[in-house]
């Protein structure tokens, strides 16, 4: 059983939390100007990594809050939990980000263009 | 049609008929506390407004402090997330009290007495019947009068705070479970003596 800090709460146990699948994938601002095929990437692509990932869980049987973690899918060691919205802080977090397919995706650059107001 | 004359107000463990009683030298005593006033108030614990109005209805500001209770004559407010209370309270007008309180302010406050079902479970072995189906630290060195936890109790979840260092713990749980939790508790203490006894 994995052991995770809620960062209200504290440390629990996991099955008092929720798997939010992969963190820091943004919606399309226009999803009109994407081809099926990056829609697709979007919606349903994963980056499956092995080692350190970027996660959201909610502590569920809890306090209820998300909160995003980065977690080594290898050895389950929980190397950095940060709230949401914003970016890790950890060595390995921010190589994790950075090394991610889906920076370099047509959703998230339509994403960010729609943020920006271009 | 029914006739409301002849409706009675039940509990969600009216239909168990619980009977009363039990040896007095049981280790735990169990009571359900009946159509006590829950409500669940919301709101930013960094709007001092919000937490003066809190005050000047509950005579006690909000806990901003995870897993801490507050408490005055009128109510008890636990901490259930950074922008949510559950509030105990023997005053049943105490919904519309607050609300007027709050009135205007980014807050809500929402009955939910009869969501939930208050059990109070007391007594010198009230702690090992708590820990055995309970992944927190309730050693008095951890936890004690004044803090409360959301988690699992056998499995469920619930909402408990200690109220004293008999111990005696007040859990919260939801209507539909409270049976369920009734006979674990009543199981669970089986070994050390059970007490039923009446709220008042």
């Given at each position: 059983m994995l052991h995770i800090t809620c960062p209200w709460c504290g440390p629990r146990d996991d099955n008092e939390f929720h798997y939010g699948g992969?963190?820091?994938?943004?919606?399309?601002?226009?999803?009109?100007?994407?081809?099926?095929?990056?829609?697709?990437?979007?919606?349903?692509?994963?980056?499956?990594?092995?080692?350190?990932?970027?996660?959201?869980?909610?502590?569920?049987?809890?306090?209820r809050q998300w909160f995003n973690v980065v977690r080594n899918?290898?050895?389950?060691?929980?190397?950095?939990?940060?709230?949401?919205?914003?970016?890790p802080k950890s060595p390995e977090g921010i190589k994790a980000y950075e090394g991610n397919w889906r920076r370099q995706s047509a959703a998230e650059k339509n994403a960010k263009a729609g943020v920006s107001g271009t | 049609m029914a006739d409301l004359e002849t409706l009675t107000t039940r509990t969600a463990l009216d239909p168990m008929d619980i009977v009363i009683g039990g040896p007095s030298d049981a280790g735990v005593t169990l009571t359900e506390i009946p159509f006590q006033t829950r409500l669940v108030l919301r709101g930013l614990p960094s709007d001092k407004k919000f937490t003066a109005a809190v005050k000047g209805a509950l005579g006690v500001?909000?806990?901003?402090?995870?897993?801490?209770?507050?408490?005055?004559?009128?109510?008890?407010?636990?901490?259930?997330?950074?922008?949510?209370?559950?509030?105990?309270?023997?005053?049943?007008?105490?919904?519309?009290?607050?609300?007027?309180?709050?009135?205007?302010?980014?807050?809500?406050?929402t009955e939910v007495t009869e969501?939930?079902?208050?059990?109070?479970?007391?007594?010198?072995h009230a702690r090992d019947v708590m820990i055995k189906g309970c992944a927190i630290d309730l050693h008095p060195r951890e936890f004690g009068p004044g803090q409360c936890v959301q988690?699992?109790?056998?499995?469920?979840?619930?909402?408990?705070?200690?109220?004293?260092?008999?111990?005696?713990?007040?859990?919260?749980?939801?209507?539909?479970?409270?049976?369920?939790?009734?006979?674990y508790l009543e199981d669970a203490g089986l070994e050390f003596g059970v007490r039923i006894e009446a709220a008042g």
């Open positions: 992969e963190a820091h994938i943004l919606r399309p601002a226009a999803p009109e100007k994407l081809s099926d095929g990056e829609w697709a990437e979007y919606l349903f692509l994963k980056q499956n990594a092995k080692g350190p990932f970027l996660e959201r869980w909610s502590h569920s049987a809890g306090c899918t290898a050895t389950d060691e929980i190397i950095e939990i940060y709230p949401m919205g914003e970016l | 500001e909000p806990p901003s402090k995870p897993g801490t209770v507050t408490s005055s004559k009128t109510a008890r407010v636990l901490w259930t997330a950074p922008n949510e209370w559950m509030v105990y309270s023997d005053d049943t007008g105490l919904a519309a009290t607050l609300t007027k309180a709050v009135a205007g302010l980014h807050a809500a406050v969501h939930y079902t208050l059990i109070r479970l007391s007594g010198r988690s699992h109790l056998g499995r469920i979840t619930v909402l408990f705070d200690q109220t004293d260092e008999t111990p005696s713990y007040h859990i919260l749980v939801r209507a539909s479970f409270a049976e369920y939790l009734w006979m």
